[in-house]
């Protein structure tokens, strides 16, 4: 059973879409009474909400890792000390005392839609997932990197948990489109969850479903100078179409002259066709990242079906 | 004649595609050679391009009022004494030995497509603006509170200027097709100079046009609740949409129910249409200011004529 769910905003501080929704979420209580579970929403970096940036000293998303929050030396940034702290609060990670499931509200620059970004072991997240696609078709799946025993991200230090991507969306800027999307949907992710807790209640029914989800491969850089300058842009013919297929060949980058195509190269060994995800996402060029690349698959899942006990709206 | 012209990037460091440009054109002097005029390009707010964020300690972007330039005891904010270093090397201000002509990149992430920001009374600015509009007819033209006897935008140091305004861009973000049309329409600037001094040189011929100009008259803040947080957000329908025209009632703002629509409200005694601009610019949450409206006109403008001897490209 899910007994205490958190959904929290503000991981990186200018993603303001989603600390706008904890902050109207916050106020907002009687929208997460009469559930079978408990609704907790919080604000996580509050240092970098104030500032209107990523992170202070350190990406925090990055700050999750369980053998950084047990390692008492960890400490050296805000970033890291807030991590320690949260863990407390819906941790600690990988106990039975952590929170069930954990939302985590994000934003991108990058024309990801709504992209749910988990495990690929979690299969109350998939199932979530599937729901959410049932309602609003764009939703996308994401898996973090399935060769890594642990995370760094936020969510993971829950049983279950996503990022809640969402974008196009300006560092600093409340979309209002992607905010009333992204609210509807959370809210209906907690419904999926009643429903869960119903059928795990009453031992289903359940149905066997598939998600297509986008697997993590790899990541792409900026075409750079002898300096490490960027020598390249997007490609305006790639900029926007994440999810969309890359083949061998197809403009990637736009030289600074303004003129010169620069094509996506993919090592010859590599043959399966691989999709961009996160394309030209501003936090990205610091950690050399123009785009990532996924491998698509179909995932099964079980989904608690309706009820009419439950009817899902 | 036009003697000096600087092209400036950087006055804000987290809009990167002028940056980026800036950098471009640093590394590309023979794009300026051959001119009757010498071109030097510089980054300016060099500490928040470091931090990629619009600046460190005040918004340099008002600091160049000429009395707080000529104030010695002006100097509390890394920005006020950068903004007194570059008036030493473009200025000083409201002297001969300013420059003649400023160029300076800013990237807005409200959807103003190419918008140069001027003083209503600077003739060589409007006359390139109707260059430019010939060549892009997206291009549109603001005009500085015409109601002030100084400004403190960077290009207000030189005899001539404007600020490059181009969006929508998100912060930190280099787009591609935002690049590519910026890069083209600033050496057409540069064309229209050279063009400039060589009716200048012959005494003509000249040419008298009109210039479509948006004058700013007022700033527009968000709904917000008795403690000053966000009550909404600009409505899906008004998103994008600068420089079109904003009737009583239309929707203005969403309410963060995600549902409810606020119209726009304007005081019974403004009987005139304003057209709205720098909708959602990010910077503006800050300063209260959800969009600006702007009246519009037609400015008169003397142009050089294109001659055999200097065909405008």
Request: glycine share 8%; proline share 6%.
């Given at each position: 059973?899910?007994?205490?769910?958190?959904?929290?905003?503000?991981?990186?501080?200018?993603?303001?879409?989603?600390?706008?929704?904890?902050?109207?979420?916050?106020?907002?209580?009687?929208?997460?009474?009469?559930?079978?579970?408990?609704?907790?929403?919080?604000?996580?970096?509050?240092?970098?909400?104030?500032?209107?940036?990523?992170?202070?000293?350190?990406?925090?998303?990055?700050?999750?890792?369980?053998?950084?929050?047990?390692?008492?030396?960890?400490?050296?940034?805000?970033?890291?000390?807030?991590?320690?702290?949260?863990?407390?609060?819906?941790?600690?990670?990988?106990?039975?005392?952590?929170?069930?499931?954990?939302?985590?509200?994000?934003?991108?620059?990058?024309?990801?839609?709504?992209?749910?970004?988990?495990?690929p072991t979690d299969e109350l997240g998939h199932a979530i997932a599937a729901h959410l696609i049932a309602?609003?078709?764009?939703?996308?799946?994401?898996?973090?990197?399935?060769?890594?025993?642990?995370?760094?991200?936020?969510?993971?230090?829950?049983?279950?948990?996503?990022?809640?991507?969402?974008?196009?969306?300006?560092?600093?800027?409340?979309?209002?489109?992607?905010?009333?999307?992204?609210?509807?949907?959370?809210?209906?992710?907690?419904?999926?969850?009643?429903?869960?807790?119903?059928?795990?209640?009453?031992?289903?029914?359940?149905?066997?479903?598939?998600?297509?989800?986008?697997?993590?491969?790899?990541?792409?850089?900026?075409?750079?100078?002898?300096?490490?300058?960027?020598?390249?842009?997007?490609?305006?013919?790639?900029?926007?179409?994440?999810?969309?297929?890359?083949?061998?060949?197809?403009?990637?980058?736009?030289?600074?002259?303004?003129?010169?195509?620069?094509?996506?190269?993919?090592?010859?060994?590599?043959?399966?066709?691989?999709?961009?995800?996160?394309?030209?996402?501003?936090?990205?060029?610091?950690?050399?990242?123009?785009?990532?690349?996924?491998?698509?698959?179909?995932?099964?899942?079980?989904?608690?079906?309706?009820?009419?006990?439950?009817?899902?709206?």
């Amino acid at each position: 059973m899910i007994k205490r769910v958190f959904i929290t905003g503000g991981t990186h501080g200018n993603e303001a879409c989603g600390v706008v929704l904890a902050k109207h979420f916050m106020a907002s209580p009687e929208l997460f009474s009469g559930f079978s579970f408990d609704t907790t929403v919080m604000l996580t970096n509050v240092a970098s909400i104030g500032t209107n940036t990523r992170y202070v000293e350190e990406d925090m998303n990055r700050c999750f890792f369980k053998a950084d929050l047990d390692d008492p030396t960890k400490t050296a940034t805000l970033e890291a000390r807030r991590a320690k702290e949260l863990n407390a609060v819906f941790g600690p990670k990988g106990t039975s005392a952590a929170a069930d499931f954990i939302i985590d509200l994000h934003n991108t620059t990058a024309a990801t839609g709504v992209a749910l970004m988990m495990s690929p072991t979690d299969e109350l997240g998939h199932a979530i997932a599937a729901h959410l696609i049932a309602l609003d078709p764009s939703v996308k799946v994401c898996n973090w990197n399935a060769t890594q025993a642990d995370w760094p991200m936020l969510p993971s230090v829950g049983k279950h948990g996503m990022t809640f991507e969402v974008g196009p969306v300006p560092w600093g800027v409340v979309d209002g489109a992607v905010y009333k999307q992204t609210r509807r949907l959370v809210l209906a992710a907690l419904d999926y969850v009643e429903a869960h807790n119903a059928a795990l209640a009453r031992d289903g029914p359940w149905s066997s479903s598939t998600v297509q989800v986008h697997s993590f491969v790899r990541s792409v850089d900026y075409p750079r100078d002898a300096s490490g300058e960027l020598a390249g842009v997007i490609h305006p013919q790639l900029q926007g179409r994440d999810f969309g297929r890359l083949a061998r060949g197809d403009p990637a980058f736009l030289a600074l002259d303004g003129q010169t195509t620069i094509p996506y190269t993919a090592p010859e060994e590599e043959v399966e066709e691989l999709f961009p995800f996160f394309i030209n996402e501003a936090a990205y060029y610091e950690k050399k990242t123009a785009f990532m690349l996924a491998r698509r698959i179909d995932r099964p899942v079980q989904v608690a079906k309706q009820s009419p006990q439950y009817e899902l709206s």
